[in-house]
């Protein structure tokens, strides 16, 4: 998630550039047809999460806290899709 975006200070996931043929986030998701589809249970907890992260690169540990942000607020508008 977020891998090659190095500028992580953006406070609205609408804000985050993917590389797909959509230019944003949000954009992305509206073409999610069946989010009831997605369990969001089965999510990592936060500290799942920053277990993961911790394996990346040492450099980028910086980042754990604002990705976890940034995921959480995809996992928000997925959820009120639902």
């Not at 891998?3 to 992305?28: A, G, H, M, Q, W």
């Not at 394996?55 to 990705?67: A, Q, T, V």
Request: hydrophobic share 40%.
């Amino acid at each position: 998630m977020f891998f090659n975006d190095t500028d992580l200070n953006r406070t609205s996931v609408n804000e985050i550039k993917v590389t797909s043929f959509l230019s944003t986030e949000d954009k992305l998701l509206r073409y999610v047809t069946h989010p009831d589809i997605v369990d969001l249970s089965k999510l990592p907890c936060k500290d799942e999460f920053y277990e993961l992260y911790e394996k990346e690169i040492p450099e980028r540990h910086g980042r754990i806290d604002k990705l976890w942000e940034l995921f959480m607020k995809k996992v928000d508008m997925v959820a009120a899709m639902q």
